[in-house]
Nanobody
Framework: QVQLVESGGGLVQAGDSLRLTCGAS????????MGWFRQAPGKQREFVAH????????RYTDSVKGRFTTSRDNAKNTVYLQMNSLNPEDTAVYYC???????????????WGQGIQVTVSS
């Protein structure tokens, strides 16, 4: 019932910034936990960040704390991932996801975007 589309990825140099945007369809966007995950080839999908329905609570994986910020604008059905001080280890396909649990487990999310490539060169 929810379609998610990521945008804003690309190729940047180490130390640069990117902002990913996830646009959602549906009238109930404001009821969902929104998560960001990433996956490199041959690796498990990894939790990056999530944000509560109201936007009041956020959580980040240790490797991105202090560098990444997620936020949402429920009036626009949009969630953002601001990524600063990028390094080559951040290179992955990034996915936006929607669910009803504040969890780091990707299997607990119900809806997924198509994924978008972020590549950070050294």
């Amino acid at each position: 019932q929810v379609q998610l589309v990521e945008s804003g990825g690309g190729l940047v140099q180490a130390g640069d910034s990117l902002r990913l945007t996830c646009g959602a369809s549906g009238r109930t966007f404001s009821t969902y936990v929104m998560g960001w995950f990433r996956q490199a080839p041959g690796k498990q999908r990894e939790f990056v960040a999530h944000i509560s329905p109201s936007g009041a609570m956020t959580r980040y994986t240790d490797s991105v704390k202090g560098r990444f910020t997620t936020s949402r604008d429920n009036a626009k059905n949009t969630v953002y991932l601001q990524m600063n001080s990028l390094n080559p280890e951040d290179t992955a396909v990034y996915y936006c996801a929607a669910g009803d649990e504040l969890t780091r487990d990707p299997s607990r999310y119900d809806y997924w975007g198509q994924g978008i490539q972020v590549t950070v060169s050294s």
